[in-house]
């Protein structure tokens, strides 16, 4: 393979950016642009000062650290060189340019981790959790995601493959060795067993995949009450900063604006919505009408009352359009005189948690973020060594692998004959593979690669 490059921005984003090459020339490329060690001596994994030169002109392009790892103890099993670039974007792309004169290529999106990937360092369900990685929102998600990609959901999908390889020679060995009268009885008996008991790993993995996905992409919050209740505000509370426009005069929050906030480890998408009444107003209506789409695909409600006002209509009418979701009621402006009335307002609540808050005065912020966090997680994110399926391909592919392994399951007790049973699980067997990659084609591969940031 030949050897490549590419900006590769370290995980955080700071203010470093990094050009990394992987290959054969990878070292015999850097050391002649390097000024400082000759990097073609220095041991593997070691980390060298020193500035980056062209060698047309001899000419100081950047101050860099440069790390020479050799194969096969890196990310791509090939030689690598990552050039550690304090400069900012302009003097990272000059870098890179004078890697490419001396005949390196540029490398397509995703083609360190592929190389990873083809050269054994990696299965694929590790190669997308390197994607998930990068968009990984909250330190929790990327938790998953690290865990993912040290292959903890590889294992319990080998395992599983494993349990069906053995039920298959096992099967096999009844047909062609009968020893007992009732081999076919026995058969199916061992079937159903094994079949249940994978059916349960697999349903365990896919009870997952709800949380796995909101730390993955965010969980849909919608804040919506009645125009100047305070949601804007709420917004800017727990966005820490002023992004959406707070004003005083009721219904100015025309469109719908999104947010992405961490709350103690749960990743918020919030979006703060013009609310969901009627108007006669035609630019209203437009974030009107949004609001009621964002509302229908929303996981979390946060529905603000004004607590210097009666409950009005309004408010009833928003507390019907919410029943059945998770709802987090929030009285707000507790710091002027009390005019709602609570009862009705507990009453109207059911069970959703009612948090009293004074976004002026910054009140009732904690006691927030506390409900909204053990809303969704009730602790069970604690634990850490559970594994959450969160790529969408690999829960489609479990929900397939479910669907066929129920299709064994009525096939045992319809008493088809074992070897159309045996095709059946090989296909749960097959389902299963694509998940870290054992059986699937190149050009799924290609697609896949190819969705990844430029660098990895
Ligand atoms: P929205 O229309 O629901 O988005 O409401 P805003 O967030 O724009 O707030 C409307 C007005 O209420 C603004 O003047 C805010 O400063 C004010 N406000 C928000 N929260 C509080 C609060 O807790 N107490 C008081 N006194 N005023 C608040
Ligand atoms: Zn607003």
Known sequence: MDTIAAISTPMGEGAIAIVRISGSDAIKTANRIFKGKNLEEVESHTIHYGFIIDPETNEKVEEVMVSVLKAPKTFTREDVVEINCHGGLVSVNRVLELVLNEGVRLAE??????????????DLSQA????DLIR???????????????GRL?????????????????VEVNIDYPEYDDVEEMTHQLLLEKASEIKTEIEKLLATSKQGKILR???STAIIGRPNVGKSSLLNSLVHENKAIVTDIPGTTRDVIEEYVNVRG????LVD???????????ERIGVERSRKVLKEADLILLVLNNAEPLTDEDRKLFEAVSGMDVIVIVNKIDLENRLNLDEVKQLAKDYPIISTSLKEEKGIDELEEAI????????????????????RHIALLNQAKKAIDDVIQAVHSDVPIDLIQIDLTRVWEILGEIIGDTVHESLINQLFSQFCLGK
């Open 154 to 170: 590889s294992k319990l999908i080998r395992n599983l493959r494993q349990t069906i390889l053995e039920t298959l020679a096992h």
């Open 109 to 122: 999106p995703g083609e360190f981790t592929k190389r990873a990937f083809l050269n054994g360092r990696i």
């Open 273 to 283: 919505t013009a609310g969901i009444r009627e108007t006669e107003d035609i630019v």
């Open 128 to 131: 997308e959790a390197v994607m």
């Open 217 to 219: 992409d965010g969980l």
């Open 373 to 392: 966090s053990s809303l969704f997680f009730k602790g069970k994110l604690e634990g850490g060594d559970i594994t959450y399926v969160s790529n969408t």
């Open 266 to 269: 749960v990743p918020l998408r």
């Open 136 to 150: 990984a929102k909250t330190d929790r998600a990327m938790k998953v995601a690290m865990g993912q990609m040290e």
